[in-house]
């Protein structure tokens, strides 16, 4: 991790109590082939290299029917960005902004989230492309990508479905 020595000029860091993280559950790791951020994608792209996403077997039975989905969202947990800097220079060139004006992995509750291309599953694990983070990164969750789920789930009652 990162310290406040590693500061780029013109950004910010704060003073913070120790992170009181909230009871998260990790359902798996990333295998990526990324080992330094340095090296790792700034996006992800969706014709880059296969990842793979590695559930525990207690999660395995939670995949039934992700397969109908071509795209999916991945949410994982960037266990290695620093937490403290409310304003970045990501490129390093002297400008910077606001922590939340960014994609950056550097964040306060470092919750990284990625809209990926479902390549396979094999057993419980997820063959994908599209994804920008480290190996071994945790993984919070899995969801069908919001704008393929929308038109298969179906409306509440009282609820209007035209766009």
């Known amino acids: 991790m990162s310290?406040?020595?590693?500061?780029?000029?013109?950004?910010?860091?704060?003073?913070?109590?120790?992170?009181?993280?909230?009871a998260l559950r990790f359902i798996g790791r990333i295998e990526t082939p990324w080992a330094r951020r340095e090296d790792c994608p700034r996006q992800g792209r969706l014709d880059g290299p296969e990842c793979r996403v590695v559930l525990d077997?207690?999660?395995?039975?939670?995949?039934?029917?992700?397969?109908?989905?071509?795209?999916?969202e991945l949410l994982y947990w960037l266990d290695r960005s620093?937490?403290?800097?409310?304003?970045?220079?990501?490129k390093n060139d002297g400008?910077?902004?606001?922590?939340?004006?960014?994609?950056?992995?550097?964040?306060?509750?470092?919750?990284?989230?990625?809209?990926v291309h479902l390549?396979?599953?094999e057993g419980g694990t997820l063959v994908v492309r599209g994804l920008d983070c480290l190996d071994?990164?945790?993984?919070?969750?899995?969801?069908?990508?919001?704008?393929?789920?929308t038109p298969l789930a179906p409306a509440?009652?009282?609820?209007?479905?035209a766009p």
């Open 119 to 121: 390549e396979r599953i």
């Open 156 to 161: 509440k009652p009282g609820e209007d479905t």
């Open 82 to 90: 620093r937490r403290d800097l409310v304003r970045q220079s990501p």
């Open 57 to 72: 077997p207690a999660w395995h039975d939670a995949l039934e029917g992700l397969e109908a989905y071509d795209r999916i």
């Open 3 to 22: 310290t406040a020595d590693d500061l780029r000029p013109g950004e910010r860091a704060i003073d913070t109590d120790p992170p009181g993280d909230a």
């Open 136 to 149: 071994g990164t945790p993984l919070i969750d899995v969801k069908p990508d919001r704008c393929a789920f």
């Open 95 to 115: 400008r910077t902004v606001g922590t939340f004006a960014l994609r950056s992995p550097v964040r306060p509750n470092p919750i990284g989230t990625s809209i």
